[in-house]
């Protein structure tokens, strides 16, 4: 990797840690924009964890869901702590435009992606699935099927979300 592409990388994450360190402070942990947000399972108790590791990929680390949510250093951490886990994070996405659910277990699991993205959601199951990404926005995905969907983050972040009624995924929004 060469320097400009190391300092670029490194502003990226500090873009998204500065992000996400002012909008815990400004909106507290029920934030849109918190470190991870919406779809916290804390803030839904009901709200299951995927256990599954993500899909390897070249020079990814294996990991699961839980193992990243579990590790959120939550609404008072410090700015370090924020970076060291957007960087974590960060390190456990792949750049996808295409996320395959199969069993409510999405492939990839960890996307990083830009905060206006599109987005499609192909389902290999015979029962439809409801994806959640906000609160209250539901990305129904019919059985056996794919759609597309724009989604529309209002700041770099990170941000679970749900397949039906478990927290199976993180979307990493870059600026």
Same mark, same amino acid.
């Given at each position: 990797m060469?320097n400009s592409?190391?300092?670029?990388f490194v502003?990226? =994450?500090?873009?998204?840690?500065?992000?996400v360190?002012w909008?815990?402070?400004?909106?507290? /942990?029920?934030a $849109? @924009?918190? !470190?991870v *947000?919406?779809? #916290? $399972? /804390?803030a839904?108790?009901?709200?299951g964890?995927?256990?599954?590791?993500l899909?390897t990929?070249? #020079?990814? $680390? =294996?990991v699961s869901v839980? /193992?990243?949510?579990?590790?959120?250093?939550?609404? #008072?951490a410090?700015?370090?702590?924020?970076?060291d886990?957007?960087?974590?994070?960060y *390190?456990?996405?792949?750049?996808?435009?295409?996320i395959d659910?199969?069993?409510?277990?999405?492939n990839?699991a960890?996307?990083?992606?830009k905060t206006?993205s599109?987005m499609?959601?192909?389902?290999?199951?015979?029962?439809?699935?409801? !994806?959640?990404?906000?609160r209250?926005v539901d990305?129904?995905?019919?059985?056996?099927?794919?759609?597309?969907f724009d989604l529309?983050?209002?700041?770099?972040?990170?941000? @679970?979300?749900k397949?039906? *009624?478990a927290?199976v @995924?993180?979307?990493?929004?870059?600026?």
């Amino acid at each position: 990797m060469s320097n400009s592409y190391k300092v670029l990388f490194v502003v990226l =994450i500090l873009i998204v840690a500065v992000a996400v360190v002012w909008s815990v402070k400004f909106y507290g /942990s029920s934030a $849109p @924009g918190g !470190i991870v *947000n919406s779809v #916290n $399972p /804390s803030a839904s108790p009901s709200a299951g964890y995927s256990t599954s590791p993500l899909p390897t990929t070249k #020079n990814k $680390p =294996i990991v699961s869901v839980a /193992s990243l949510l579990a590790s959120d250093p939550g609404p #008072n951490a410090s700015q370090k702590q924020v970076i060291d886990y957007s960087v974590t994070v960060y *390190n456990a996405s792949v750049e996808a435009s295409l996320i395959d659910v199969s069993a409510c277990s999405p492939n990839p699991a960890v996307v990083h992606l830009k905060t206006k993205s599109t987005m499609v959601f192909k389902n290999q199951d015979s029962v439809p699935h409801h !994806i959640f990404h906000v609160r209250g926005v539901d990305l129904n995905v019919p059985a056996n099927s794919q759609k597309s969907f724009d989604l529309n983050f209002a700041s770099p972040g990170i941000y @679970g979300y749900k397949c039906d *009624n478990a927290v199976v @995924g993180i979307f990493f929004v870059l600026p």
